[in-house]
């Protein structure tokens, strides 16, 4: 007999519509699973079970009621996930992943949420990030770290990390994470997710605030492309999430559009970097393969792949760090408390409060223009394929050089070097933050695994990017290739 967790969350929903499961059953299953497994995982920072039973509890009375006399039950009716601990919940405490802040419930709902349980969903409690959802490891002082479901020596990437372990481990159906330099697609890749981040303004963007560089964008975290088309449904603002661009007259949905087979592709493959003139690194061997098995699969479902050599200003990184640092040193924090940020907030913070105002502006406006010219080259290709990582998922620790010694991160325990953190995360993922600079949809895919079958060894994928308005295009192109 096939187990909740075992269902796809397209499965479920239609179970849970059909009258086939209960929402309390989901819920109480999922608990479960999250009572068992996260204390090795460290997936959940705050699993908030009670009021998931409430909420459960009322979703079955609206299924009773709509039952009897009739009406549409909510896309996602009883549908349990866990929202990142980077966005508010309504009377649950928003940690940020720092020990610096003051734990006080949150007021009302952020967008994210707010949307998503108009949609019908029951949050099950917040997922494990990185301070300030900063960096690409999802790891901080408050709470044990995010581990890899499929070698807990390693992490689950970040800054989306708890959510993408969760997923990955059965915890929950599906998750939103979201994406201002990778954060969506990198822990999708380190735990062998289907990531997508959105183009900007097509999901409502939540948690960022402090954000000039408009680069964060909420996205789904899912085992399949129709999982994540169904998630995007319910996040894109309308009546039914229904694609603006879809053809005919009517709109389809995500979830229509992600059936249908790709037209032929023009496909663009580059191991490019904006970061390689400052950081210069090699691919490991995996993450080579990974690509060489995304062309070999691209190839064979029809597409044309060719060689993309794309120039990016060396000016890049300098400008990037500038507008990606810009919401720390602007975010409210007691003088007192400072000292119990880790070393790479702390520093970032401190550089950002000593640049200049005309300094943000001056790297704006490039950032702007390396838009432009990015697109500009891109648009020889209908997509671009890279990596989605450039090494294989880290081990716990590895970039902040801490020995983990207890169930978190004593703060004696952190390494001070906040520019070798940095550097070392640019090199684990050098083709994530351009896309968010762009504004373009991207979707990582899980097409390796280094032991040689799916679940062996540990995932690694591939990123395709498109250009603004392809989300349907790259969840067909995934599931074409059969995620």
């Known amino acids: 007999m096939t187990e909740i967790h075992e269902?796809?969350?397209?499965?479920?929903r239609e179970a849970l519509h059909a009258g086939e499961l209960s929402a309390r059953q989901a819920t109480d299953h999922f608990l479960g699973r999250i009572e068992t497994d996260n204390p090795r995982l460290g997936a959940f920072i705050t699993v908030t079970a009670d009021q998931a039973r409430k909420d459960a509890a009322a979703a079955d009375r609206i299924h009773a009621l709509?039952?009897?006399?009739?009406?549409?039950?909510?896309?996602?009716?009883?549908?349990?996930?866990?929202?990142?601990?980077?966005?508010?919940?309504?009377?649950?405490?928003?940690?940020?992943?720092?020990?610096?802040?003051?734990?006080?419930?949150?007021?009302?709902d952020g967008a994210l949420p707010a949307v998503l349980r108009t949609a019908g969903v029951i949050s099950l409690g917040k997922t494990q990030v990185p301070e300030f959802g900063l960096t690409a490891y999802s790891e901080n002082r408050i709470a044990p770290p995010s581990r890899n479901p499929y070698?807990?020596?390693?992490?689950s990437g970040g800054s989306s990390g708890g959510s993408a372990a969760a997923v990955a481990a059965g915890l929950v159906p599906f998750a939103p994470g979201s994406d201002g330099g990778g954060s969506v697609r990198i822990p999708a890749a380190a735990?062998?997710?289907?990531?997508?981040k959105p183009g900007r303004g097509l999901v409502p963007a939540g948690e960022s605030s402090g954000d000039p560089a408009q680069l964060v964008v909420a996205g789904p975290l899912a085992r399949t492309a129709d999982d994540a088309a169904l998630l995007l449904d319910a996040l894109v603002p309308g009546p039914d999430g229904h694609s603006p661009d879809a053809p005919g007259p009517a709109a389809a949905s995500y979830l229509e559009l992600a059936a249908r087979e790709p037209r032929r592709l023009r496909i663009g493959v580059?191991?490019?970097?904006?970061?390689?003139?400052?950081?210069?690194?090699?691919?490991?061997?995996?993450?080579?393969d990974a690509l060489a098995d995304g062309v070999a699969r691209l190839e064979s479902a029809g597409h044309e792949t060719s060689e993309a050599a794309i120039r990016y200003d060396n000016r890049y990184p300098d400008a990037f760090t500038t507008a990606w640092t810009a919401g720390v040193?602007?975010?409210r924090i007691a003088p007192q408390r400072e000292a119990l940020l880790t070393p790479l907030t702390r520093t970032f913070r401190r550089r950002a409060q000593q640049r200049s105002a005309s300094k943000l502006?001056?790297?704006?406006?490039?950032?702007?223009?390396?838009?432009?010219?990015?697109?500009?080259?891109?648009?020889?290709?209908?997509?671009?394929?890279?990596?989605?990582?450039?090494q294989t998922p880290r081990p716990v620790g590895w970039f902040t050089g801490a020995a983990h010694g207890g169930d978190y991160w004593p703060a004696a325990?952190?390494?001070?070097?906040?520019?070798?953190?940095?550097?070392?995360?640019?090199?684990y993922a050098p083709w994530s933050s351009m896309v968010n600079v762009c504004g373009l949809p991207a979707i990582s895919i899980p097409v390796h695994w280094t032991g040689g079958a799916p679940g062996c060894g540990l995932p690694m994928g591939i990123q395709l990017i498109g250009p603004m308005g392809s989300e349907a295009l790259l969840l067909q192109v995934a599931a074409q290739l059969g995620f």
Request: glycine fraction near 10%; charged fraction near 20%.
């Open 7 to 12: 269902l796809s969350a397209v499965q479920l």
């Open 66 to 108: 709509r039952s009897r006399n009739g009406g549409a039950l909510a896309p996602l009716h009883g549908m349990p996930l866990a929202f990142k601990d980077l966005t508010d919940v309504a009377g649950v405490v928003t940690t940020h992943g720092s020990a610096a802040l003051e734990r006080k419930p949150a007021l009302t």
């Open 151 to 155: 070698a807990l020596s390693r992490g």
């Open 191 to 196: 735990c062998g997710l289907v990531g997508l």
């Open 270 to 288: 580059s191991l490019d970097s904006p970061w390689q003139t400052i950081f210069p690194f090699t691919p490991d061997p995996e993450a080579l």
């Open 329 to 331: 040193g602007s975010a």
């Open 361 to 390: 502006n001056e790297s704006l406006g490039f950032l702007r223009q390396f838009q432009r010219d990015t697109i500009a080259q891109y648009a020889g290709w209908d997509l671009i394929l890279t990596p989605a990582l450039a």
């Open 413 to 427: 325990e952190w390494a001070g070097d906040a520019d070798g953190d940095y550097r070392k995360q640019c090199e």
